[in-house]
């Protein structure tokens, strides 16, 4: 079925199974729910780039680096075409492709992404914000990881 609730239910679910952490029991929910959305609401829609995120998020903590790239990837560059590149979720997206990056060993790529989260969370959230403070975290895990 692809009523609007009934994916809003099978996603959450999924994230119900990912919080208890049953991984694999979650996935084919986030899969089934993505492709719900796709279909009956597009790709640009802000719940199917939340889906897409759910699942590239999961794919990412069981490993799966280059599955969950290019979900990450599709995103972002939605996020930053519809939201602006310094919107709240724009800026979780950012975060997000950094973190892969970074868990790649992509540490260049990964860098000016952590830059820029924590320029615009610095910028927009202060500098005592939750999330400014998981950007700076980021940073400092990068740059541990490149030696500086």
């Known amino acids: 079925n692809k009523h609007p609730d009934t994916l809003a239910s099978v996603n959450n679910m999924a994230i119900l199974l990912y919080d208890q952490g049953k991984l694999e029991e ?43 790239e290019s979900l990450f990837v599709e995103v972002l560059e939605e996020r930053r075409e519809l939201l602006g590149n310094k919107h709240p979720r724009t800026m979780v997206s950012i975060n997000n492709m950094g973190i892969l990056l970074n868990a790649q060993g992509k540490l260049g790529e990964a860098e000016p992404l952590h830059k820029e989260a924590l320029k615009a969370r610095r910028e927009l959230l202060g500098i005592k914000h939750p999330n400014t403070l998981t950007s700076i975290n980021n940073m400092a895990f990068l740059l541990s990881d490149q030696g500086k």
């Open 26 to 68: 979650a996935e084919p929910l986030y899969k089934e729910a993505l492709e719900g959305y796709r279909e009956l609401l597009g790709n640009k829609h802000p719940d199917t780039l939340s889906s897409i995120s759910n699942l590239a998020d999961l794919l990412s903590n069981q490993g799966k680096l280059e599955e969950a």
